[in-house]
Each structure stands twice: as structure tokens, then as C-alpha cells.
């Protein structure tokens, strides 16, 4: 099936626009002066969808609709959201990232644990096991999940050159110092070097608040 001009024009200017942001995010994350200064990547909750999950909450066949590109190469901000309800609460308009993934991965905050009544344990992205269920409602249905609810553990995306420019492995955990007012000295951060990464570390909105920090603010690594 032929796509319409429109179409293809819309889904090039999206493209265009992921590889800039990419492109940014890399600019920033080298400073000349201090080549352990990192940006920081601020999160709030969110869930991860699989192909069988969306076909459940938004329609057979259901497509993602790009809204916001991120930094990390291929991944998005969606328009679609959900409704995540445990047993003791509801949360509404939880954003979808994209793209689909082979799991669903539901992440929150401490503070949205106790709002649902889920204690989520403190996890990297996609270890799963062992972790709470959940109830995850859309416009067009709903699933129940034995599994997949995390507190993502704070960690550092970057380049495989980056990280042994920095005397770094894929693996290693590592203190971040943050300057200002609430700075401090954030432990445990977990090193996620890769290809096709962009150099910046991702916390929670709670990590957050608690530093003072924003996105796009630097903090220094150190090792542990």
C-alpha cells in the first residue's frame, strides 16, 4: 500500500529530528573542559509495552504515535497512555515509550508504589523476575501482569569508547558527585555502555527533587 505524501514527509521530519536530538545530547555530554561531566535524564513514570499487551489495551494491529524523540537512539515518547490500577489505587495517564519491547516493563516511583500498593524492588531495566503484577487498563481493554513492575535503578547510558575513555565497564557501579544547594554524592550508579548509546545518566523524578537537578544538568562521575 502506497503511503501518502503527507505521511512519508511527517515520518522523515520525525527521523530527522530523533538524530538531533541524538546528536545534542552527545554535544552536551562532552564538555571540553571536564570530560566526566555527564547530563542527567529526568523520568517519570512510564510503562513499556509488548506487541500482545498493545493489541489488548489499544486495538489489534495498534500503532505507536510518535510524540516526543528521546535521546537515547530509536526510543520515544508515545501519545498513548494508560491507567495503572493496583490494589490499593489508580494512577492515570501513564506515558508509553517507544518502541514495543518483547516484555511489558511498568516503571514508577517509591511514592507511586504506595498510591497503587505495589512495593516494586529497585531493578535495572528488563530484570524482571521476581518483581509485582499489576492491572493496566487502555481505551480499548485491559491486562492483568504477574510481573513487571520496577523502581528503575539510577545508571549511566553510554558508548563503549566513552566508557573506556573513562576507565569504565558495561556493568560497574560508580559514585556521581552533584554540585549546588542539594548536592551530593549519589552511590550505586549503574554503568550501561553500549552501542548506539548517547552519554547520559537517567534518575528517577524522587532523585530528582532530592539533588535539585533537572534535565539536561550535569553531574560529575567518580569512581566508586
Avoid: C, W
Avoid at 560508580?174 to 554540585?179: G, H, M, P, T
Avoid at 550501561?192 to 528517577?204: F, G, K, Q, V
Amino acid at each position: 500500500m502506497q503511503l501518502a505524501e503527507s505521511t512519508v514527509e511527517r515520518i522523515i521530519a520525525e527521523i530527522l529530528a530523533q538524530g538531533q536530538a541524538a546528536a545534542e545530547a552527545v554535544a552536551r555530554a562532552r564538555p571540553a573542559t571536564d570530560p566526566a561531566l555527564i547530563p542527567v535524564g529526568v523520568s517519570n513514570r512510564h510503562i513499556h509495552l509488548s506487541r500482545p499487551d498493545m493489541d489488548a489495551l489499544f486495538g489489534p494491529g495498534a500503532a505507536l504515535t510518535r510524540k516526543k524523540a528521546m535521546k537515547q537512539p530509536g526510543q520515544y515518547a508515545a501519545e498513548e497512555t494508560v491507567i495503572l490500577r493496583g490494589s490499593k489505587g489508580e494512577i492515570g495517564k501513564v506515558r508509553v515509550l517507544g518502541p514495543l519491547r518483547a516484555e511489558t516493563q511498568v516503571e514508577i516511583s517509591v511514592a507511586d508504589g504506595f498510591v497503587l500498593g505495589v512495593r516494586a524492588p529497585l531493578r535495572l531495566s528488563g530484570r524482571l523476575d521476581g518483581s509485582p503484577g499489576i492491572e493496566v487498563i487502555g481505551p480499548q481493554g485491559s491486562v492483568i501482569k504477574d510481573y513487571g513492575v520496577i523502581v528503575a535503578l539510577r545508571h549511566i547510558h553510554m558508548p563503549p569508547e566513552v566508557a573506556s575513555g573513562l576507565g569504565l565497564v558495561n556493568g560497574e557501579q560508580i559514585d556521581v558527585e552533584v554540585d549546588g544547594p542539594r548536592g551530593g554524592i549519589m552511590r550505586g550508579v549503574a554503568v550501561r555502555a553500549a552501542e548506539n548509546s548517547a552519554l547520559e545518566m537517567h534518575i528517577d523524578i524522587e532523585e530528582a527533587n532530592a539533588f535539585g537537578l533537572k534535565n539536561d544538568d550535569l553531574v560529575r562521575i567518580r569512581k566508586a
